[in-house]
């Protein structure tokens, strides 16, 4: 079929033809930015997931759906240099430039924001807001933060809007900033001023104690997305296609779901290369088994191979030996059994590559799991497994 006419996305953030199995995440961000638009509250939603199930594709619909009612929306992808309230305070210099305040209004939050001690007003008029977060306490950053959203949020209110942030890969944020934003949306929500967070991450965001953790809880549900639901799946595989009219056979269908298993990234490949292969509509069961060994080295290279580029000899040895043990979450013990190693002798090894974000901490101690579905699978497909007596003694 036309390649010119693929509905399919196969790449990071394209938003999908169908955005199948986010129901739930999306009426809840309706009701939210409905209910602040009335001076109201309620929950919002830090998105946990393994890359590659739609965290990102989430986070723009939700720009979409906060725009569409008036909204204000900021949206980031964070990374480890990344200082999330130095971003944020530009963002409210924007947001209050783009909000066309009147002078009675502008002297205002200028007079609230002089006396800051790490968010700092520049030039003699208009908003500009320099931020120095050096020597200051966490409760100074967190109250002054406090001040900033305060401020925005009555104004955007004034005009009938709101803001919203929109914050992605947010397990590079440090755990500082992270309290700090939660207490000062905190703050905001006592008082009822239209502004919010909506976040996506890996699922080791920062961890949160005590006060920080309860108003979390009080602020966000933390919905884990993961592989669709088959119904989900077929619905993700078969609309985009079936939109222009090309439907596929029941057993390529059949086929198509038993291979990607429900992951979004396996979908669109799949569909993409069975659509391109295809000479005729419907696209058949061979179409799909001739397209799943081509979407096979696509999704390779581009959301494994990249990993694994990042990884020196000795961690990708580490990765293999995971993948010896099938599908995750894997105990420590039995990774360095497996390399026939103590567990204290790999465990730099094991640090590194939760560092690069190739594998993370789960929730159970001492256990760690691939930050990609299905990594295991490639790791055996990409190397060889050598038994510990096979293997030369280094040392
Ligand atoms: N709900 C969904 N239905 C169908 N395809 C999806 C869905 N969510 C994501 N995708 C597709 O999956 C891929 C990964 O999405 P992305 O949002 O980049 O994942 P993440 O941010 O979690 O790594 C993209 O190709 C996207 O088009
Ligand atoms: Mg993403």
């Known amino acids: 079929m036309d390649p010119i006419g693929n509905p399919y996305t196969p790449n990071a953030g394209s938003r999908p033809h169908e955005l199948a199995g986010r129901a739930g995440e999306l009426e809840q961000f309706r009701v939210l930015v409905g209910r602040l638009k009335r001076g109201a509250t309620e929950q919002s939603m830090i998105i946990r997931g393994l890359r590659g199930t739609g965290k990102t594709v989430l986070l723009n619909a939700f720009e979409d759906r906060a725009e569409s009612e008036g909204f204000l929306t900021y ?12 971003e944020i305070a530009r963002d409210v210099e ?27 007003l520049t030039g003699p008029d208009g908003i500009g807001l320099a931020v120095d977060l050096r020597k200051a306490d966490e409760g100074t950053i967190a109250g002054d933060l406090s001040e900033l959203f305060l401020q925005l ?9 709101g803001v919203v942030f929109l914050l992605d890969e ?41 006060e ?25 595989f078969v ?57 096979q080295r696509a999704l390779d290279t581009s959301i494994y191979e990249v990993r694994i580029q990042r990884a020196t000899r000795e961690e990708r040895r580490y990765m293999r030996a995971i993948a010896e043990l099938g599908e995750g979450p894997y105990r420590s013990g039995q990774i360095a059994a497996k390399l026939g190693r103590r567990t204290t002798e790999v465990s730099m090894t094991r640090q590194h590559l939760i560092d690069k974000g190739l594998t ?14 299905r990594f295991d699978e490639f790791m055996r497909r990409y190397m060889p497994y050598r038994r510990p007596s096979q293997r030369k003694r280094t040392s």
Do not use: M
């Open 212 to 236: 920080a953790r309860s108003y979390a809880e009080r602020l966000f549900t933390f919905p884990v997305i993961a592989s669709l639901s088959e119904g989900d799946a077929r619905v993700a």
């Open 170 to 210: 947010v397990q590079f944020v440090s755990e500082i900033e992270f309290r700090s934003l939660i207490s000062a949306l905190h703050r905001a929500t006592q008082k009822n001023v239209p502004i919010t967070a909506a976040a996506a991450g890996l699922p080791q965001i920062p961890r949160l104690t005590g």
């Open 239 to 295: 609309e985009p296609a079936r939109h222009q009219q090309v439907d596929y056979e029941e057993d390529a269908v059949a086929l198509a779901l038993a291979w990607t298993r429900g992951y979004p990234f396996y979908i669109q490949q799949l569909g993409k290369h069975a659509w391109n292969l295809a000479k005729t509509a419907p696209i058949t069961k061979q179409d799909v088994e001739a397209a799943i060994p081509v979407a």
């Open 153 to 161: 949020g009555g104004a955007a209110a004034s005009k009938g809007s």
């Open 360 to 373: 993370y901490a789960t929730e159970d101690y001492g256990h760690v799991d691939f930050t990609v579905p």
């Open 94 to 120: 924007s947001a209050l430039a783009r909000l066309k305040l009147g002078a009675r209004a502008s002297k205002t939050v200028r007079g609230a924001l002089e006396h800051l001690g790490t968010i700092k």
């Open 75 to 86: 949206y980031h992808e964070l990374t480890p240099d990344s200082s999330l309230i130095g």
